[in-house]
């Protein structure tokens, strides 16, 4: 005979892939269901099994009739939460045609069976990430990765021509400002505008407030120097709109 442990799993893997708001299940279902020959249920097995589910904080709802239904209400994310998350995957430049369909199947993963439809989107992304794209969200993490742990970063500047030109540099031609100078800086943030990533963040030595095209940024090591204090005063938000967005946005925005 199974372990009780291995029973509740089995019966918490059933209730969450076979029930919803809209679709129930008895006793009798999940007995049959989850019938082998290692495994001995009675309904009174179910009821107790659903009872101790409920007590250690798995939102299992009975409906009340005359030989009770039951389903899983509340999950980690709603229907609509994944559908959100399902198109900001689908349109991302940022992650790979395959991985993209990796993530949307493991996303089916947290709702039941007969919401996993609603999960896959029928949408299609022309834009695919090029080297380049793959590396900025590379150095995304890394920056995050420096701002969790309260750390420094050190890298070196893109010398980019005219901002007119729109053509990504490839890392082949890449050319180092002012000769390959090393930057030190505080990350505070990180901001995407729609296009772009930016960095906001507190150069060395004078934590002066700066705002980095991540897309510029050359080899950024995280270093072993704790974080500079961020000033009282400072808003990394309202400072990151002051200069990305144009002036006659800000006149509208005070009408």
Request: with cysteine.
């Amino acid at each position: 005979m199974v372990s009780n442990k291995s029973r509740l799993l089995r019966l918490y893997k059933y209730l969450y892939t076979n029930t919803d708001s809209e679709h129930f299940t008895t006793k009798g279902e999940i007995m049959e269901a989850l019938r082998d020959e290692e495994t001995v249920y009675s309904r009174q097995t179910v009821r107790n099994d659903i009872d101790t589910l409920t007590e250690e904080g798995y939102d299992i709802e009975t409906v009340v009739s005359s030989g009770n239904y039951y389903y899983f209400r509340e999950r980690e994310f709603t229907l609509e939460e994944l559908r959100i998350i399902a198109d900001a995957v689908t349109s991302s430049r940022f992650v790979g045609k395959n991985q993209k369909a990796r993530i949307r199947k493991k996303l089916k993963q947290f709702c039941s069976r007969y919401q996993a439809g609603s999960v896959e989107r029928h949408l299609i992304c022309l834009e695919q990430p090029n080297k380049r794209d793959i590396a900025v969200y590379d150095m995304v993490n890394l920056l995050n990765d420096a701002v969790n742990r309260g750390r420094r970063i050190s890298f070196q500047l893109l010398d980019r021509p005219a901002r007119s030109q729109e053509e990504p540099a490839s890392d082949r031609g890449l050319v180092l400002a002012e000769g390959g100078t090393a930057y030190i800086c505080t990350p505070l943030d990180l901001v995407w505008d729609g296009k772009k990533y930016y960095l906001v963040g507190l150069e060395d030595p004078d934590r002066t407030p700066v705002l980095y095209a991540v897309e510029d940024l050359v080899r950024p090591v995280i270093l072993d120097l704790e974080a500079a204090e961020k000033p009282k005063e400072f808003n990394p938000e309202l400072f990151a709109k002051k200069i990305l967005e144009p002036e006659d946005l800000h006149m509208e925005g005070e009408k």
